[in-house]
């Protein structure tokens, strides 16, 4: 019988005994006890033969371990029994079993199946045959403890003479655990380092650059493959390589230092390092961690400015803010509350926000009441204060969660919109005052006309005052449309065109000389001097009208009305003045200054109307077009009105 | 017979005075200053005065004041026959010591039955 066929017949024998074995499926020691009786074959046909059948452990105390479930004789001094263990192992053969440990496989313990409280439950297994000798066992068991037959038990061929058998129960779950483990953590490993803002260079002995992260990619300017293998050396500036060459060669085990660097292109760069030394089995001397501080104190720099330009802005902002901190002390003012205010900065330096409160109602008037700050709706209101000067403000606060600000005051000066609003509602009730005592005679003398029955001479006069009065009114609301337009597109409302001074007064003259018989107006126009203006010809015959109206209303019947033209290269250059001088009442120092206002009326001089409007008219209407209005007057002696228009080129 | 002072700087809002008063059995005598009045006023003290609010050269509560603050003349009735017609303008009428108010335009019928009240 050669030797092949005797390993036929045992491998044929091992596989009817496995069968056998999952047939029975014998529990625990039993399967050890057939599972021995099939291995007595093997001994047979192996001179010095050794069979190892193990199971990998989970000792429990972290380190895995085999358990050895059976193995042949091994001795070669004794014949071979099949135990239903092993006792001992051969040297040599723990030798290579710690070999095999130590090239990746877990750790081998030896211990006693007979002490064993689990044991395979069944197994299957496959000689593996290399040329003529079988020089393993494949082999699957399940195992006691639930664990699924995908365990895949690898042989370790072991040849020992030129027979001998080994095999290895490896349960490459737990290799496959740890594997996954490993990749885990090299997969967070190569996160931090591809993350890292920190620039890392790994240093091999010497300061040989073994690999980079991609910050130190950006730090440098260099690529991957550019910086690998270089120096570190060759980052640092030259006069710094006697430091980092003491630092690789003898520093701690950390260390920290500031190195001039320079990238690509030679920029400095103002680095920090921190150089860890590495274990020798990492492959690599040092872990170096640079960091550009210089772009942090960019970052620094800029955070200054803009905390410098949002100061600047606060000071510049004409709304008055005043923060407060938890403790409601004030925390932060700018600059316009204290002008707002009237206050010093030293005055209000850490003051409560009640004493905040209490100073702001003591410059108001009396009975003036704040709302409450820490009403979060932060609604607007109107705080009028006395002192230090009168000031209409608005008053809103914040309650916020910004550190250092829960309530914010804010302040806004409307001192002048106040104003303008007064002015409007005064100009109104004026206007309708102004156009209630025409309508006094309108609606009275008419009610007086329909119920009562007067001499027909009376009932004449009477009707002549009604449409004097109607006319009047008339006349107001045309003045008040046209300082409307004045005020809103003072531009569109005129139709500016060259004119001939001369023609217009003329035009003007006439018509209020058939209008006033018997009253006197002199036009002095001197033959050489024809003067061309650039006006809104319809608007400067409403002005003269107006005006020599006004000179005729205000001076006795029998005086005289002067119209002449004036120059005055010095105060009115490149400008045409109509003059109109009268004999009449003339009027006070303040009535001059008041003249030409909304509603200025100089004397009743027992006329009908108001006069308001008209010479505040004439002076926007003039400054609308170019010109001004110029005047002058002393009570008793009268008034010389000049109307000073641009001089125009040649007649349209 | 009564005597009704019409103080108003306009001719013809006097004029309409005199005309809403004719059926009344008065005598009427006009000014058109706040200085006419007092002068007048101190001259023959009225039973009433009709005094506009806007006169040249002091206002007609000026003028009410002036004769409240006078012992002689305090007990002149006074009505302020006014355009300003606003709610302030009565209150500044009313603290002047004035005692009718009245506004502009008025009704002459109106004016007739209101001085005759104050005249009564």
């Known amino acids: 019988m050669t030797a092949m066929d005797q390993v036929g017949k045992a491998t044929e024998r091992v596989v009817q005994a496995l069968a056998a074995i999952q047939r029975s499926f014998a529990p625990d020691g039993a399967a050890i006890d057939v599972f021995s009786a099939w ?247 040092w872990c170096c961690a640079v960091r550009d501080i210089r772009t942090g104190r960019g970052d620094a720099v800029e955070l200054a400015r803009h905390c410098e330009q949002l100061g600047q802005l606060l000071a510049a902002s004409p709304v008055g803010v005043a923060a407060f901190d938890e403790h409601l002390r004030l925390s932060f003012s700018n600059p316009a509350l204290l002008r707002l205010l009237g206050w010093d900065t030293a005055d209000i330096e850490g003051m409560s926000f009640e004493t905040f409160e209490r100073r702001l109602l003591a410059q108001a008037p009396v009975g003036t009441l704040l709302p409450s700050a820490l009403d979060p709706g932060g609604e607007e209101r109107i705080l009028r204060l006395e002192h230090p000067q009168a000031a209409v403000l608005v008053r809103s606060s914040r309650l916020t969660d910004v550190p250092g600000a829960s309530v914010i005051v804010y302040l806004r000066d409307v001192t002048r919109q106040a104003e303008v609003d007064r002015l409007k509602s005064e100009f109104l009730a004026a206007a309708a005052q102004e156009l209630r005592t025409p309508l006094a005679g309108i609606l009275g003398f008419s009610e007086l006309l329909l119920n009562r029955n007067f001499h027909p001479d009376t009932q004449r006069e009477l009707h002549g005052t009604v449409l004097r009065q109607a006319r009047a009114v008339h006349r107001l609301v045309e003045e008040l449309l046209d300082l409307a337009q004045l005020d809103a597109r003072a531009e569109r409302m005129l139709t500016i065109a060259v004119h001939d001074a001369g023609a217009v007064l003329r035009r003007v003259v006439d018509a209020l000389s058939s209008r006033h018989p018997g009253r006197h107006i002199d036009l002095d126009l001197p033959e050489t001097d024809r003067p061309r203006v650039r006006v809104d010809a319809r608007r400067l015959e409403q002005m003269l009208d107006h005006v020599l109206s006004n000179a005729l209303q205000y001076s006795p019947a029998v005086s005289r009305v002067l119209v002449t033209l004036q120059h005055d290269a010095n105060e009115h250059p490149g400008q045409v003045g109509i003059a109109v001088l009268d004999g009449g009442i003339g009027m006070t120092a303040e009535q001059l200054a008041e003249a030409g206002r909304r509603f200025f009326r100089a004397q009743a001089g027992g006329v009908g109307t108001g006069a308001g409007l008209g010479l505040a008219l004439v002076r926007e209407l003039l400054e609308a077009q170019g010109g001004q209005l110029d005047m002058s007057s002393r009570p008793g002696q009268g008034t010389r009105v000049i109307l000073w228009v641009p001089q125009g080129g040649e007649v349209a | 017979m009564k005597r009704i002072l019409i103080a108003d700087d306009i001719a013809d809002i006097r004029q309409l005075i005199r005309l809403s008063l004719e059926p009344l059995d008065v005598q009427l005598t006009e000014a058109g200053s706040a200085g006419e009045v007092l002068e007048e006023v101190r001259r023959a003290p009225p039973d009433l005065i009709i005094l506009d609010v806007v006169l040249p050269d002091a206002d007609g509560y000026t003028v009410c004041r002036t004769l409240r603050a006078d012992p002689a003349l305090a007990a002149t009735p006074v009505m302020l026959l006014t355009a300003r017609a606003q709610r302030a303008d009565q209150e500044q009428a009313q603290a002047a010591g004035a005692d009718v108010w009245m506004v502009k335009p008025f009704s002459p019928a109106d004016l007739l039955q209101r001085v005759a009240q104050a005249l009564a």
């Open chain 1, 39 to 285: 291995l007595a074959p093997w001994q047979a046909v192996t001179d010095s033969g050794l069979v190892l059948i193990a199971e990998w452990l989970d000792t429990g105390c972290g380190e895995p371990g085999l358990r050895l479930l059976a193995s042949s004789a091994v001795r070669d001094d004794g014949p071979a029994a099949a135990g239903p263990a092993a006792q001992t192992l051969p040297l040599e053969l723990e030798q290579l079993l710690h070999a095999t440990a130590r090239s990746g496989c877990p750790l081998i313990s030896n211990a006693s199946t007979s002490n064993s409280p689990a044991a395979p439950s069944s197994f299957l297994g496959l000689p593996l045959v290399v040329g003529d000798h079988v020089v393993g066992l494949i082999a699957v068991a399940n195992h006691p403890r639930g664990y699924e037959p995908e365990l895949l038990l690898e042989i370790e061929p072991l040849l020992l003479g030129c027979a001998h058998l080994l095999a290895l129960y490896i349960d490459r779950r737990q290799r496959l655990a740890l594997e996954t483990r490993l990749r885990q953590e090299s997969a967070r490993q190569q996160a931090v380092w591809d993350g890292s803002t920190d620039a890392l260079f790994l240093l091999g002995w010497g300061g040989r650059i073994d690999a980079v992260n991609p910050a130190a990619c950006r730090l440098t300017g260099c690529s991957t493959d550019e910086l690998l293998g270089r120096s570190f050396a060759g980052l640092v500036q030259t006069r710094q390589w006697p430091a980092l060459a003491r630092l690789l060669e003898q520093g701690p085990e950390q260390h920290r230092q500031s190195l001039m660097m320079c990238n690509r292109l030679g920029d400095a760069i103002d680095a920090e390092i921190v150089l860890t030394r590495l274990a020798p089995a990492s492959g690599s001397a």
